[in-house]
């Protein structure tokens, strides 16, 4: 069974630009979370959806990033007017409503000059 | 909201001693998870045990709900042990849930 993939794996841009991350869950799993990962901290949450549908977005800054799920599969989060402080590694994790494992993708590693 | 604290914060061990890593959270939590983070990244689940004691290989963990802690103990180490431990804890009902993670602790296993 293939596990959560991510791309890009690596992305350096300048401030202002923009990026959109992608990612494409296990197959079958109806939750899908986005996690942002600064160096030397823990991974904290951004959003997580349920199939098609937005569950919690409170942890999202929402004037610069978005994050959709058009047909409950796969997920894209972006970044307008990227900021030095964005830079991190931005993690996505899928889990089956049944189980209360989250798989993790291998990341995006996000550097912002 | 939800707080994770994590010791040590960093861990130097020969090959062939244990580990000891500890996890305490600020308030009730009905998951609990460990988690391994390689030097490149990827991270991956190790153990689930919101309560009691569970064991997996070389890996034993120890939760006491009561007193919002829990530990994992590694085993006769191995250098491919290294790597950063997370703790990780959700207090939603329902399978689906927020983690809480805490920074971890780096574990570095020398030959």
């Known amino acids: 069974e293939a596990g959560v993939t991510q791309s890009p794996r690596y992305a350096v841009l300048q401030e202002g630009q923009a990026v959109s991350f992608w990612c494409d869950p296990i197959s079958g799993h109806d939750t899908l979370y986005w996690y942002q990962q600064p160096r030397d901290q823990g991974p904290q949450l951004l959003v997580y959806?349920?199939?098609?549908?937005?569950?919690?977005n409170s942890q999202l800054p929402s004037d610069r990033f978005s994050a959709v799920r058009p047909k409950g599969t796969n997920s894209t989060l972006k970044i307008q007017s990227a900021k030095q402080g964005d830079t991190a590694t931005y993690l996505c994790?899928?889990?089956?409503?049944?189980?209360?494992?989250?798989?993790f993708g291998p990341g995006t590693r996000l550097l912002v000059l | 909201g939800q707080q994770v604290q994590q010791s040590p914060s960093s861990l130097v061990l020969q090959e062939g001693e244990n580990a000891e890593l500890q996890c305490n959270f600020s308030s009730t939590a009905t998951q609990l998870q460990w988690f391994y983070q390689s030097p490149g990244g990827s991270l991956v689940s190790l153990l689930s045990n919101p309560s009691g004691t569970k064991h997996t290989g070389r890996l034993t963990s120890t939760t006491v709900t009561k007193e919002r802690r829990s530990s994992l103990h590694i085993s006769s180490s191995q250098t491919t042990d290294s790597g950063t431990y997370l703790c990780a804890i959700g207090g939603s009902g329902g399978s689906n849930y927020k983690l809480t993670f805490g920074k971890g602790t780096l574990l570095t296993v020398t030959p």
């Open positions: 994790a899928s889990s089956d409503r049944d189980q209360d494992t989250q798989y």
């Open positions: 959806f349920r199939d098609e549908a937005v569950i919690d």
